[in-house]
């Protein structure tokens, strides 16, 4: 509010286009000779890049102590937030604008401070306008004080839902639409009139309830008063205007003294800090963002800023056009009835204009039929938005950043609000680059991109990953740069500290993996150091099997992209032999969970073995078979690990099927235990262990019971002469064994147990294989060929030397 001879306080709420349309309205009116603006004064430097026609937002000021950017705060900025309004103003009237709260270096220490001491009010890695009451809560935006912070605090009023109250409204929000933002550009007569009923309604919830919020407040309105006091002096009692949040209104306009405000700021903590410019989004605007920047529908308040007139018409027209890009039926008819239902909806509850539950509600019943299902994508593409900012190039940043900035254009990864998906064949230098980037990102700890599994093929040539760009990211790229200047260099040396303070040796495998995918040359040698030392002196089988997949999918991948894993395949061979010695007497012994553990490992380690290359000798394959030929024969073993070790053997082609039925024959046999038994059964033919039940592996097992009816009749006969007693005991892990498999295979397996397979022995027909009808149909097995000569690259003449010896095969 103005006053005869004073400065004009606009008190607004923050992320409101209803207030940034006041504030624009009233400065012009006003004309001050300055500006100041509820935010960090380590900001003024950086207002000038507000100007800069690169600069789009949503922004927001970042600032972080420098010693510790994990330590950071956020003050973000919409199109229509009155703040930026005031910004934009200054700087094309050739005002001075200039940030007035407490300075981010004393909100900083405090958070510190406070979190150290374990007080509620402590805020770390927000952004501290995160109310949007314009209240007892700290008004949104308010600088220095966190959502989390705030909201914590036990609060003793709401503003808004006072005045809401007082107004009969039962929703603050509403009422603050209805009172405010659906008055239209055109607005009160006298611009400044809104800001004297605000100031009024703010004065007599302050007089009647107190200062209401944390107690920072108190210290920020005394900075807020002091950088006010200072300009007065520079600019004249009548030149200045102030745009703070509502609720300081009366605390700016109170007669204190100089001295009472130096007290309060008196011994405040301090951080050396760092600020920039940097993007922000409407998502992370909303409040279920996590942020919580107040605002639930960014979006929508975007819109009602800027359209010049009919902004339910155009919200509706909008909505329309995003319906029929997702190719449903929405017609200029719809629109047109959706816009009388939502004006005549605003009618019936006494509304100025429709406001967007209105329009939601007319959306619902005339373009999706009642359904809420399409509410969803409106709800995130235009109530919300995924609208991402923009800043200048010249915007100060860590050189990690700028560096990152530089390998974004050069790969042509812009980042982006929206996730999305990128698949990369790694066959391509340019995917090849990209793919090296986002692993070294998360190497990082900047989770810009997380893998994803692929949607063609899964081959190690191709990579696929869900990329989201979220604004916290730029925190975590200055924490960065305390490892290097480039993402390169600083991802190098990340690798090397963690090889080095590694204590176990599945991490620094892990860890030789991701510099493989990584592309970090110079980290590896620090790595394989580290790994031989682990190695060296880790005799735990248990442990060796976790390392070794990591080092077999690191030989694979470092082949892939061209890499010398000599060294590598060394140690993994060696792991291998060290595994193969210590696995037997390792599984002797086992209860059923370490069982079940070590059962999982023996997966993985079969796996691995696969992929290492036989070398310098070693027969690393034949070692690993003749292990698993003496886990499956020994009886001091676990059911479930010789299972599994049998089936290992049959699936590779090292196990004959008779010998297959006779194990599974050993390990039904009434002698032993019905949970040994089901235990047995379970590692033969249920999935891999520790994979979620996969069900594609876990089916596998259910297709050898059906296309082998000797193995389902020996089930089967051992089944059904459980005792009633011991029935109990075993359902549980026949339930976990058979529910895995796809309901396809458990139909089939039911037909073929009630039309009765064979039970012990082998197929009564003359079989080609065992489970097929005898002989072979010519003429069926003819009519693929065709097929398969398409498959394979056939001129349709004859086909090609390769392909002939496939068919040969098939035939």
């Known amino acids: 509010m103005t006053t005869a001879h004073g400065p004009l306080l606009l008190g607004v709420r923050h992320h409101g286009p209803g207030s940034a349309r006041a504030v624009r309205a009233a400065l012009d009116a006003a004309a001050p000779r300055a500006v100041l603006i509820e935010g960090p004064p380590e900001g003024d430097a950086l207002l000038a890049l507000a100007a800069d026609e690169a600069m789009r937002p949503p922004v927001a000021l970042l600032a972080h102590a420098v010693d510790d950017p994990g330590r950071a705060a956020f003050w973000p900025l919409a199109e229509f937030s009155p703040e930026w309004v005031a910004i934009r103003w200054a700087l094309a009237h050739d005002v001075p604008a200039r940030f007035i709260d407490l300075p981010a270096a004393h909100s900083l220490a405090l ?138 209104v009366p605390a700016l306009g109170l007669k204190t003294t100089a001295a009472a405000d130096r007290a309060l700021l008196k011994g405040l903590p301090k951080v050396k800090t760092g600020m920039t410019w940097v993007p922000w989004t409407h998502r992370r605007l909303a409040r279920h963002s996590g942020y919580g920047a107040g605002i639930d529908s960014p979006g929508w308040y975007g819109h009602l800023f800027g359209v010049p007139d009919r902004p339910v018409e155009r919200w509706l027209t909008k909505v329309a056009g995003l319906l029929r890009e997702e190719d449903r039926t929405v017609s200029s008819a719809h629109v047109i009835e959706a816009v009388r239902l939502a004006e005549t909806l605003a009618a019936m509850r006494g509304r100025p204009l429709a406001g967007l539950t209105e329009t939601t509600d007319a959306v619902r019943a005339v373009m999706c039929e009642g359904s809420d299902v399409p509410l969803d994508l409106i709800h995130d593409r235009l109530i919300v938005g995924e609208v991402l900012g923009e800043v200048p190039d010249t915007a100060p940043a860590v050189p990690l950043q700028r560096d990152l900035t530089a390998l974004q254009r050069t790969l042509r990864l812009k980042p982006e609000a929206l996730e999305r998906e990128l698949d990369l064949d790694l066959r391509k230098e340019t995917d090849a680059e990209r793919g090296r980037l986002l692993h070294r990102l998360r190497l990082l700890g900047i989770d810009w991109g997380e893998p994803a599994a692929g949607r063609g093929s899964t081959g190690t040539f191709r990579e696929s990953w869900r990329l989201r760009w979220e604004p916290e990211l730029y925190v975590r790229v200055a924490e960065a740069g305390v490892w290097g200047t480039t993402v390169l260099s600083a991802a190098t040396a990340k690798a090397e500290s963690r090889a080095l303070a590694a204590t176990e040796l ?306």
């Not at 860890?511 to 590896?524: F, G, I, K, N």
């Not at 070794?548 to 060696?574: C, F, K």
């Not at 007497?585 to 023996?602: F, I, V």
């Open 506 to 811: 599945a991490e620094v495998t892990a860890l030789a993996e991701r510099c493989l995918l990584a592309a970090l040359p110079d980290a590896l040698p620090v790595v394989m150091r580290a790994l031989a030392d682990r190695a060296a002196l880790d005799a735990d089988v248990g442990r060796l099997a976790r390392a070794l997949p990591a080092l077999a999918r690191s030989l694979r991948y470092g082949d892939v992209r061209s890499t010398d894993t000599g060294a590598l395949g060394e140690v993994a061979a060696g792991l291998a032999e060290r595994i193969c010695v210590g696995l037997p007497p390792a599984c002797a012994g086992l209860d059923a969970d370490g069982a079940d553990e070590m059962r999982g490992h023996l997966d993985s380690v079969h796996i691995a073995v696969g992929l290492l290359p036989d070398g310098h000798g070693r027969d690393l394959a034949g070692r690993w078979g003749a292990v698993l030929h003496k886990l499956a024969g020994r009886d001091t073993i676990p059911g479930v690990i010789r299972g599994r070790a049998a089936r290992l053997l049959l699936d590779d082609g090292r196990l004959a099927e008779d010998e297959a039925a006779r194990f599974m024959g050993l390990a039904l046999s009434p002698g032993t235990p019905p949970t040994d038994a089901a235990a047995w059964i379970e590692g033969f033919v249920g999935g891999p262990a520790g994979a979620g039940r996969l069900r594609s592996g876990s089916s596998a097992g259910g297709m050898l019971l059906v296309h082998d009816e000797r193995l389902l009749g020996l089930v089967d006969a051992w089944l059904t002469g459980v005792s009633a007693e011991a029935f109990t005991d075993v359902l549980p892990l026949l339930r976990r064994t058979f529910s895995a498999y796809e309901p396809g295979v458990r139909r089939t397996l039911g037909e073929l147990v009630r039309r009765g397979p064979a039970r012990g022995g082998p197929v009564t027909s003359e079989a080609a294989a065992p489970g097929f009808g005898p002989g072979l149909d010519e003429a069926r097995a003819d009519a693929v060929l065709p097929v398969l000569r398409l498959l394979l690259g056939s001129d349709g003449n004859g086909t090609t030397d390769d392909s002939d010896d496939l068919l040969e095969a098939a035939g």
């Open 111 to 248: 958070a510190a401070a406070d979190e150290a001491s374990g007080d509620e009010e402590s805020d770390v890695s927000n952004e501290p306008g995160a109310s949007n009451e314009p209240g007892a809560s700290g008004e949104p935006g308010a600088s220095g004080e966190s959502d989390a912070s705030r909201h914590s605090e036990s609060l003793r009023i709401d503003p808004l839902a006072a005045l809401a109250e007082a107004a009969g409204y039962d929703d603050p929000e509403r009422w603050w639409e209805d009172v405010v933002e659906h008055q239209g550009p055109g607005g009160a007569d006298d611009p400044f009139a809104p800001f004297a009923a605000v100031a009024e309604a703010m004065g007599a919830l302050r007089e009647r309830y107190g200062d209401g919020g944390p107690r920072r407040d108190l210290v920020r309105e005394a900075h807020m008063r002091s950088r006010l006091r200072a300009a007065r002096k520079e600019f004249g009692d009548d030149g200045v205007a102030v745009v703070c949040g509502a609720w300081h």
